[in-house]
Nanobody
Framework: QVQVVESGGGSVQAGQSLKLSCTIS????????VGWVRQRPGQERKGILC???YASRLEWAPFTISRDNARNTLYLQIRDLVPQNTATYYC?????????????????????WGQGIQVTVSS
């Protein structure tokens, strides 16, 4: 049974950086598109960044998504955090997964989802 384990969230001060991790196994991870999605309080899930199986890294400041296929792990680094970054962050993987910043994401858009990890940024 595939397990998705997220880590790295928590409460931080504005201006700090954070790196979220998501490990998905057992899975032929390298064959999957992967991405990060967030849900702010009272709002629907929105895409942050997604990359396909051919890409290893994508930056859309202040967010950087990267993957380590040898570890079945994807990462999301967020620099210069602001209170508006407060949200629940979800990792996702799927052969057909696509997303861009702010795009709507449905549960069926990915085959695997993380449980969600809270990031709270205080000013």
């Amino acid at each position: 049974q595939v397990q998705v384990v997220e880590s790295g969230g928590g409460s931080v001060q504005a201006g700090q950086s954070l790196k979220l991790s998501c490990t998905i196994s057992p899975l032929t991870f390298r064959d999957y598109s992967v991405g990060w999605v967030r849900q702010r309080p009272g709002q629907e899930r929105k895409g942050i960044l997604c990359i396909n199986s051919y890409a290893s890294r994508l930056e859309w400041a202040p967010f950087t998504i990267s993957r380590d296929n040898a570890r079945n792990t994807l990462y999301l680094q967020i620099r210069d955090l602001v209170p508006q970054n407060t949200a629940t962050y979800y990792c996702a993987a799927g052969h057909g997964l696509r997303c861009t910043w702010g795009s709507s994401i449905a549960t069926e858009d990915a085959s695997y989802w993380g449980q969600g990890i809270q990031v709270t940024v205080s000013s």
